[in-house]
């Protein structure tokens, strides 16, 4: 069973375990296990309940009613880099985004994650052309290519200005 350690609890030693994550909003043990790796990464000195409890909900997309980990763990990226002002809350359903940030007053939608070459480039121009759609209407789409090549990435970029897209970055390396 996946163990999950708080701040103040490193230092006595108890844990707060997977079926307790497990409990919030039905998020089976799969969904708690990547959790777990995304804590790893991002929060080595230990996760405060509050934080838990925050990344469970980054990962939770109400509008396709399933845990999304990647995008929370892409969320915090974000975050990390000095993109947000603030902090990034989960959009409404509606919204047709992925996260809002709080400060910028903006709506955020993350593409990719995923190698180029196991998803063919023409599909991926569909999904880009749906999402320009969302960029006119205010959404800043964010491209996720950091194992992409460079040669994928200019793909991305000529599409994008190919197409009139302006409201896009590309989160890279």
Same mark, same amino acid.
């Given at each position: 069973?996946?163990?999950?350690?708080?701040?103040?609890?490193?230092?006595?030693?108890?844990?707060?375990?997977?079926?307790?994550?497990?409990?919030?909003?039905?998020?089976?043990?799969?969904?708690?296990?990547?959790?777990?790796?995304?804590?790893?990464?991002?929060?080595?000195?230990?996760?405060?309940?509050?934080?838990?409890?925050?990344?469970?909900?980054?990962?939770?997309?109400?509008?396709?009613?399933?845990?999304?980990?990647?995008?929370?763990?892409?969320?915090?990226?974000?975050?990390?880099?000095?993109?947000?002002?603030?902090?990034?809350?989960?959009?409404?359903?509606?919204?047709?985004?992925?996260?809002?940030?709080?400060?910028?007053?903006?709506?955020?939608?993350?593409?990719?994650?995923?190698?180029?070459?196991?998803?063919?480039?023409?599909?991926?121009?569909?999904?880009?052309?749906?999402?320009?759609?969302?960029? +006119?209407?205010?959404?800043?789409?964010?491209?996720?290519?950091?194992?992409?090549?460079?040669?994928?990435?200019?793909?991305?970029?000529?599409?994008?200005?190919?197409?009139?897209?302006?409201?896009? +970055?590309?989160?890279?390396?």
């Amino acid at each position: 069973m996946e163990e999950f350690r708080t701040k103040e609890e490193n230092k006595s030693g108890n844990q707060v375990d997977s079926d307790k994550i497990s409990n919030r909003r039905s998020l089976d043990q799969a969904h708690a296990r990547q959790l777990d790796r995304v804590i790893e990464k991002h929060y080595r000195d230990g996760v405060t309940e509050d934080d838990l409890n925050r990344l469970v909900r980054l990962a939770y997309d109400p509008g396709k009613k399933q845990f999304l980990v990647r995008e929370a763990e892409l969320a915090l990226e974000y975050e990390k880099r000095g993109n947000s002002s603030g902090r990034l809350v989960r959009a409404p359903a509606d919204s047709h985004a992925d996260y809002y940030d709080t400060e910028k007053k903006q709506y955020i939608d993350f593409v990719g994650g995923f190698d180029i070459e196991a998803k063919n480039f023409s599909d991926f121009k569909i999904s880009i052309d749906r999402h320009l759609k969302r960029s +006119n209407n205010g959404v800043h789409i964010l491209f996720d290519v950091r194992h992409w090549s460079f040669e994928e990435k200019q793909k991305i970029r000529r599409y994008a200005e190919l197409i009139g897209m302006n409201n896009y +970055n590309l989160i890279e390396d």
